[in-house]
Every structure is written in C-alpha cells, then in structure tokens.
C-alpha cells in the first residue's frame, strides 16, 4: 500500500528543546516536502527535497531543517523551537501526477 | 508565482442537498494540475477529485465533479446528495508537473446540516 508515515502524530515541547519529526514514504519517490497548516493561511511549504541530498527553502523556511540523506526519509528538525512554530505539520510525497500526504503532526510549542 | 484562491471560508449545506465550493487560481503555466483534498476533523488530507488541465472534460469520481474553465482559471468542487460524512474542510490545490510546486488555497470549512 502507498503510504507516507510520519511521526510523532502529537507532540507537546518546551521552547529551545530540539526536536525531530519523522517521514518516511514507500513510493521511491523522488520529490518530497514539508507543510505547515495554520488556520486561514492554508498549507505552506517549509522545505523540499527533489532527491538525495537535495534540498531547498520553501515559503516558510525559517527555524526548520531538513535532511534528505535516503531516498525514502525526509525528517524535518527544530533546533531551538519557539511558540509560534505551533501548528499542523504535514510530509509529502509526489509523483507527477500526485501529492501523497502524511497524516498530520500537531506540535505544540508551550 | 502561481497563486490559489478560496474566497468562502465557510459553507453549509442541508443533508442531501448539492454545493458547490468555489476556487480560482493565477498562473502562466500551460500545462499544470489541479486537486481538491477534504480534510475531516481527523486531519488527514484525502484526495476528493484531480484534473489535468489539458484535458477538456471535467473529472467526476461519485458524488463529486468538477467545473473546470480553464480560460477563466477557475475549479469549482460540485457535492451531491450531500452527506453527514462530507463534513470537512476542503483545500484547492495547484501542481506543476515536474518540481515542487504545490501551491494551496486557504479552504473552504463545509458543514453538511442534518
């Protein structure tokens, strides 16, 4: 089955503790990237990666990294995470045709 | 920069009833496709209905079709005989074939009113 897992699904922090979350897609998918949903703002691309070691900003970039170190897993890191990164993360995996989601990650920064 | 446009943020509908959820978008782009996702309250993002945008005849999967004018730059997501279960936000989405363009709307929350 096509699958994008990404984990943890809930998480709560504490400002500045590094944190990772994880996904992995079953696709051999090249292109993959992270979004964040914020109510009214609709889902904003963080970062992408259009293969192995490739990866680039995307509209939101600042306070996240990535690595792309395996075809199939594409974390996505906060070194030092602030309240404002509160929010709905979602990894995604694509063909040409298609985008495969994730099903969610609702981080908490308190 | 291509650009994707919901401009209700909310909508409701009476069980069994047709909506229809409006979606415009801006870019120069010939060939490019277009989705709708439903998001339920359990946040996963499903996908409802794609549409390539060579293609002249609107996709329909069930209940759910499309109206694409593709000179006017519009996709409009029509609901029939709605349903409790269709109760969700609903997200435009524009695609570039090939590279990372993926570019939302900011979703339409549908109620579906028994």
């Known amino acids: 089955e096509a699958q994008v897992t990404q984990n943890p699904r809930y998480l709560i922090t504490v400002t500045g503790k590094k944190l990772t979350v994880t996904c992995s897609q079953n696709?051999?998918?090249?292109?993959m990237s992270w979004y964040r949903q914020d109510p009214g703002l609709g889902l904003r691309q963080i970062y992408y990666?259009?293969?192995?070691?490739?990866?680039d900003k995307g509209d939101v970039p600042e306070g996240y990294k990535v690595s792309r170190k395996e075809k199939r897993n594409f974390p996505l890191i906060l070194e030092s995470p602030s309240p404002n990164q509160t929010s709905l993360y979602f990894c995604?995996?694509?063909?040409?045709?298609?985008?495969?989601f994730g099903q969610g990650t609702r981080l908490t920064v308190v | 920069a291509q650009t994707v446009t919901q401009s209700q943020p909310e909508m409701s509908v009476q069980e069994a009833e047709t909506v229809t959820l409006s979606c415009t978008y801006d870019?120069?782009?010939?060939?490019?496709?277009l989705f709708w996702y439903k998001q339920p309250p359990s946040r996963q993002m499903i996908l409802v209905i794609r549409?390539?945008?060579?293609?002249?005849q609107n996709a329909t999967e069930n209940r759910f079709s499309v109206n694409f004018q593709k000179a006017a730059k519009s996709f409009s997501l029509k609901i029939s005989d709605s349903q409790l279960g269709d109760t969700a936000m609903y997200f435009c989405?524009?695609?570039?074939?090939?590279?990372?363009?993926?570019?939302f709307g900011t979703g339409t929350s549908l109620t579906v009113i028994p």
């Open positions: 995604a995996s694509r063909s040409d045709t298609e985008a495969f």
């Open positions: 696709m051999n998918h090249e292109y």
């Open positions: 990666s259009m293969n192995v070691e490739v990866t």
């Open positions: 870019t120069s782009e010939s060939n490019y496709y």
């Open positions: 549409q390539e945008a060579y293609k002249q």
């Open positions: 989405a524009f695609m570039k074939p090939v590279g990372n363009q993926f570019y």
